[in-house]
Every structure is written in structure tokens, then in C-alpha cells.
């Protein structure tokens, strides 16, 4: 073998050697950053998102929205990241206003973005948690929202109906 092959493989090596590996996503329902026990149950019984209601935001159950295209969705605002996903699925719930903010978390039955959507503009996640292999429950995201109406959006899921659940975080 000639001194420059023997060179151009071990600087391949030394390459792929110092490469960072890509992190495998948490398994099991024990690798979420904080309990979720309560929304894994929600989710796992979800009843259909009654259509056009505006949710009250501390029920603590759990709704399945039945997705559509996001051409056709209406959602109030794009989402902020576009769908891996093709076809695109999207949806959204509406959730009442309440009498003070506070800090919730949207759990999801599986992975898919999701926007919170208050006075026309989106609102910033301040925690996110995620793990495979838990059943009924994939993700969860932290908001702090205000008192006024606001929606959680969804898209980019992988079938065409999710379980949503929204709950007062510590």
C-alpha cells in the first residue's frame, strides 16, 4: 500500500474518530425531565377536541385532534418551523382565557411541533422534554402563558390524529 493511501485512510479515521456522535433521543417512560404520569394517563384516554370550543385550560384532560393538511388547516399562524413530513398534518385547539398567567406544559402522544399562539403572536418555550418507547406520550413543552384566550398548534405529526394535553407545570 503506497504512503499516501495508508496517509489519506488514517486522516479519514482520525476524522470519523473525532466526529461527534449523534445523540440517541431517551427510551422510556422513566427519561422524561419531569413527571409526566398523569398526562401519559390523559393522553392514553384523549376524547375527540370538540370543534370550534374554547377549551378550559385547567381541565386537565385530554383531547385528539383530528390533523389536516396544513394547506388546509387554518392555522392562526404558520407554524414556526416548517414540516419534516410529507404530507404536512396540522391542527389546533383553542383554550379560554383565564384569570392570571401561569406556566403549563403541552404534552403530546407523539412527536410533532408545537406552537403556542396568544394575541397574534407566538409564545416561547421555557422547557422541553421528549423520550420514545413511552406509550401514549412522546413530548412535552413548557409555556408560560398569559390570562388571554390562546391556541396550541400542532404540526408536522406522523398520522393524522394526535392526543393533546394541557396542564399547569410546577
Given at each position: ?87 404536512a398534518l396540522a391542527g389546533f385547539v383553542r383554550f379560554a382565557a383565564a384569570g392570571a398567567s401561569g406556566l403549563y406544559k ?65
Amino acid at each position: 500500500m503506497s504512503s499516501a493511501r495508508t496517509l489519506l485512510i488514517a486522516a479519514s479515521l482520525l476524522a470519523l474518530a473525532g466526529a461527534p456522535a449523534r445523540a440517541a433521543e431517551p427510551s422510556g417512560c422513566n427519561k422524561f425531565a419531569w413527571p409526566l404520569t398523569a398526562e401519559q394517563q390523559e393522553l392514553g384516554a384523549a376524547k375527540p377536541a370538540p370543534a370550534d370550543a374554547e377549551i378550559d385550560r385547567n381541565a386537565g384532560k385530554a383531547l385528539t385532534l383530528a390533523l389536516q393538511p396544513l394547506a388546509s388547516a387554518k392555522l392562526p399562524l404558520e407554524p414556526e418551523r416548517r414540516p419534516k413530513t410529507t404530507p404536512a398534518l396540522a391542527g389546533f385547539v383553542r383554550f379560554a382565557a383565564a384569570g392570571a398567567s401561569g406556566l403549563y406544559k403541552v404534552s403530546l402522544s407523539e412527536g410533532a411541533w408545537i406552537d403556542v399562539v396568544q394575541d397574534g403572536k407566538r409564545l416561547k418555550p421555557t422547557a422541553f422534554t421528549g423520550a420514545t418507547d413511552c406509550p401514549n406520550i412522546r413530548k412535552s413543552v413548557k409555556f408560560e402563558i398569559g390570562a388571554a384566550p390562546f391556541v396550541v398548534q400542532v404540526s408536522g405529526a406522523p398520522s393524522d390524529h394526535i392526543g393533546v394535553v394541557l396542564t399547569p407545570a410546577q
